[in-house]
């Protein structure tokens, strides 16, 4: 699976935007951008994925530059529920398993 | 609620001993998924089965076995336990083996092994 490379750890304000960066830059071109993330001990929570074109759901949103070698998770508005780790993967079109690497801890302060 | 159920929440047994992990994946979901998460380890790929048949392995030892069931619930066992086999395992499903089709996961079960 392409490597993905994530900051150990970033801090955000209650209520402003948490932008989440993700660099992948040995991404193939039907490989798959995923992001997940994991509330304590619970098991991890689908957030939103993507192949190139930008996307949004309820959750988050989804910013892949155009040569597709990073990405960005956007946050709108920060809550103190959205403090977890959160992991950048990228999927291979021809294997079907998530490959997790150690992801960015999120602490979101009041 | 991701729709995907794990049971027990939690186990504990002795070394030596044997325990069978169940999961119920979503509703129309045809692949399940394992996986183990102990601290020093990170989230770590086990097994893959898609409609009953074998389809991926990652680095499951050969104490640990799974298989999934014509209702399409999945059992992971685990023999010969180790104090190392202590860990969170997780069951995920998703709809197809397709690469843009989600992983959904379960709340996991915390195995003890003391």
């Known amino acids: 699976d392409a490597k993905t490379t994530q900051p150990t750890s970033m801090d955000c304000a209650e209520g402003r935007a948490a932008n989440l960066p993700c660099n992948h830059s040995?991404?193939?071109?039907?490989?798959?951008v995923y992001w997940y993330r994991q509330i304590h001990s619970q098991g991890p929570q689908y957030i939103i994925h993507?192949?190139?074109n930008n996307e949004t759901n309820e959750m988050a949103s989804l910013i892949i530059t155009e040569d597709r070698k990073s990405s960005t998770l956007i946050l709108p508005h920060a809550t103190l529920r959205d403090t977890a780790v959160y992991y950048c993967i990228v999927r291979q079109a021809a294997g079907n398993k998530l490959t997790f690497g150690g992801g960015t801890r999120v602490l979101v302060k009041p | 609620d991701s729709g995907v159920t794990q049971t027990p929440k939690h186990l504990i047994t002795a070394t030596g001993q044997r325990v069978t992990l169940r999961c119920s994946p979503r509703s129309g979901d045809l692949s399940v998924y394992w996986y183990q998460q102990s601290l020093d380890q990170g989230l770590q790929f086990l097994i893959q089965?898609?409609?009953?048949?074998?389809?991926a392995k990652g680095n499951i030892l050969e104490r640990f076995s799974a298989q999934q069931f014509p209702d399409l619930h999945s059992e992971l066992n685990l023999s010969s336990l180790e104090l190392g086999d202590s860990a969170l395992y997780f069951c995920a499903s998703s709809v197809g083996g397709q690469v843009n089709s989600p992983l959904h996961f379960g709340n996991g079960t915390r195995l003890t092994v003391t």
């Open positions: 993507g192949l190139k």
């Open positions: 040995t991404i193939s071109g039907n490989e798959y």
């Open positions: 089965y898609y409609n009953g048949e074998e389809r």
